[in-house]
């Protein structure tokens, strides 16, 4: 079945410096792919989303690209804040399971001032 | 625009009593989501429903969880009787057509 997988956490890093969050993912079909984020105390929020193979999505600074051929969609954003600390969630939907989210474990980013 | 709202935020009750937890969904959407979050388990999908309907509820952890959509602006999730295992977080999350979910601000359940 389909399946997510990120990097474990917690990743820690100093702020102004360059992130990234590795995500891959297994498929039967033709994937949407997303990342969302989870603020502390609060519900999971789009963070951005590609539909389709090359596509980027961006969100406030920080991009995806989806990659068919490495099958990944990795999180980067070129100079972290304090306030990008949360979890991250990578995750997939597809027509073949009615669009439901399959999620990634989730990884929590902590960002030192 | 209203988000998804759930009430209440925060729940602390003893083991035994019935716990109820609302969703109202984003005006307009047809599918509702209740989930749960715990540190050990991650996020878990436990029911989504579509025009009102059940569509999945295999995510459901035994008969003590039970989930109602009455109309398409109201659901509710209860536990009844409650165990301290079901302590978590639980959202609602709701979605138009294909489009990405949207969630609630979560409720946080004790049960001591």
């Known amino acids: 079945g389909d399946s997510v997988t990120q990097m474990e956490g917690p990743v820690t890093l100093s702020e102004e410096a360059f992130l990234t969050i590795n995500c891959t993912y297994t498929?039967?079909?033709?994937?949407?792919l997303f990342w969302y984020v989870q603020y502390p105390g609060e519900g999971l929020q789009l963070l951005l989303k590609?539909?389709?193979a090359d596509d980027k999505g961006s969100n406030k600074g920080f991009e995806a690209t989806y990659r068919k051929e490495t099958t990944s969609f990795h999180l980067e954003k070129g100079s972290v804040q304090v306030s990008d600390s949360a979890v991250y969630f990578c995750?997939?939907?597809?027509?073949?399971?009615?669009?439901?989210?399959?999620w990634g474990a989730g990884t929590k980013l902590i960002i030192k001032p | 625009d209203a988000g998804v709202i759930q009430s209440p935020r925060h729940e602390v009750t003893e083991m035994g009593q019935e716990v109820t937890l609302r969703c109202k969904p984003i005006s307009g959407h047809d599918y509702l989501f209740w989930y749960r979050q715990t540190m050990m388990r991650g996020l878990e999908l436990l029911i989504y429903f579509n025009n009102n309907v059940p569509i999945d509820d295999s995510g459901m952890p035994e008969d003590r969880f039970s989930a109602k959509m009455p109309n398409a602006s109201f659901s509710t999730l209860k536990i009844q009787p409650s165990e301290p295992r079901d302590s978590a977080v639980y959202f609602c999350a709701s979605r138009l057509g294909v489009w990405p979910q949207h969630f609630g601000d979560g409720t946080r359940l004790s049960i001591l």
């Open positions: 995750a997939l939907s597809e027509v073949n399971s009615n669009y439901q989210l399959i």
């Open positions: 590609a539909t389709k």
């Open positions: 498929a039967t079909g033709y994937p949407s």
